[in-house]
């Protein structure tokens, strides 16, 4: 952690300095219900007025793009289509961790954002049985556990192997999660993006893994359902419950930061918060 402090500072020392140029664009992942530049002014206004404002640069003349996928994001970023990706901490960190090109900037703090599951209008019920699950798993500190395990300490270091003489092969089987399967029980099919590792996750292998796969299970376990997951892109949220495609959507909520729902449209209700945070890491790409 002093390392990553340490570099984190320097880095934004350097940001203002050497990336002030007018057409530096910065990557987010799509919202549902505005536009690049109007969400960047949005962030903009809210880094400037609550907590810390950006450190090193105010991005006054910064253009945003969004991604419908972090692989995309990725991409553009490495092709040099945008100057920097701006995420939550948990998944920058999580990207250092497995790729040393890239490299910290800048560190925003933009209010209270949480992550929730998406519902449509016509499953309140279900809504109203999941949020039940989500606050008993906040009160007996399940979450709290998961977060450590799953986000915290993952991917574990090779520290951790020597401790616990476990391979990486071993390690994988072991962060497996089990979903319990109930032979009288309904089934409830839940879409997750995988782009926000290691909350909502997909592993190499194609298998939903990580926290919000380990909420999930546990959800199914204490309502005595039988989870599915299927993968959507972000910009296919809506799409994949208004279908059918999906019973519930993972989903962002920043109610909390705006008072109004930007990226929830009106026909989709949103669950009680799994994960609160509000700190954003600005990754660049380094090749040296």
Known sequence: ??????????????????????????????????????????????????????????????????????????????RGDIDEMIL????????????????????SNSGQMTLCFGFMNSRRNLLARWNSAIISMRNDFTLAGFFQKYVKNFPPDETY?????????????????????????????????????PVDFVDETGLPAGYSTAVLAEIGRRLRLNIDIIQVDTASRTAAIVSGKADVVFWYEVSKMTDKYLDVPEEVLISEPYLEWNTFMHLRFDEN
């Open 1 to 78: 952690m002093r390392k990553l402090f340490f570099a984190l500072m320097i880095a934004a020392m350097l940001c203002g300095i050497a990336f002030a140029a007018e057409d530096d664009y910065v990557g987010f992942l799509t919202r549902l219900r505005t536009t690049p530049e109007e969400f960047l002014t949005l962030m903009r206004n809210t880094w400037a007025t609550q907590g810390w404002s950006i450190l090193g640069d105010d991005h006054t003349k910064s253009k945003a793009r969004f991604y419908d996928s972090l692989t995309q994001m990725q991409m553009a970023l490495s």
């Open 88 to 107: 939550p901490d948990f998944v920058a960190e999580y990207l250092m961790k497995i790729n040393p090109n890239y490299v910290p900037c800048c560190i």
């Open 161 to 197: 192997d020597a401790i616990y003489g476990i391979n990486k092969k071993e390690r994988k089987k072991s962060n497996r999660i089990k979903f319990e399967k109930y032979s009288d029980a309904p089934t409830v099919k839940v879409a997750v993006t995988g782009d926000l590792p």
